[in-house]
């Protein structure tokens, strides 16, 4: 089974010296024994990575929310993948549906993120997920298909690189709406076997993990405790509270153990 991994999606909630106390809880009451059994990433603003690269303990990640696709050059008020690795990032959320919704992030955008990232050894948290109409009209598992293949067109997986795919239904972030678990695997098969046809077994098996988004706290996290393919959760509005945060860990943690 891969190594569960947490999330924390901070988006822009909180303001800087909010974010610098968060992590400052964090690596107070992150136990370092769960640390060894969960990859816990914390994604805080852009502005917020390099002070907080210092106060996190060394065994928590850090990723970005977001990113340019191009290197370096005359691109005002942007933030490249080798940016977010030399300020020490090992991963970034990429095609959130709030870039999509809010500022036109296309799926070809999304790709070319996708490979920008992994060009620099970044490990992509790729958002996936139907709106709540798709869904009433049975098109969630099309749209997945659609939405994986797109972002995952000409991306060529090494073992080296790590992949992670975010299933956050539109429907549920925020929402406290949840898919139920019959509904959630249904989808997590289908990206599977969309995934089978792009990339090798081993590929699959060592090198992407699957996590849900939308909804999770420590009271809802238990309705997928049962999911064995799944390997975690993205989690933005109970990220944002210690304890929540850390029962969520905890939970995927018991599970691992
Ligand atoms: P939520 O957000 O946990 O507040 O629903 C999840 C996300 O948007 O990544």
Redesign the pocket.
Known sequence: MPKPIIIA?WKMAINLSQQLNLASQFSKVISPDYLKLVDVVVCPSSVALFPISSVLPKAMMMGGQNIFWQSLGSYTGEISAGMLKEVGCDFCIIG?SERKENFGETDSIINKKISACLDVGLSPILCIGESWEQRGQNQSSQIIFYQLTSALSGINLTTEDKLVIAY?PIW???SGQLPDSDDLLDILNTIEQTLSDLYPASILKNNIRLVY????NKQTVVNFSDIDNLSGF?????SLEVNSFTEIIKSVKLKGA
């Open positions: 999606n959130h956050e549920s972030i925020g988004g939308g909804s999770i993205l989690v933005g509005g109970a």
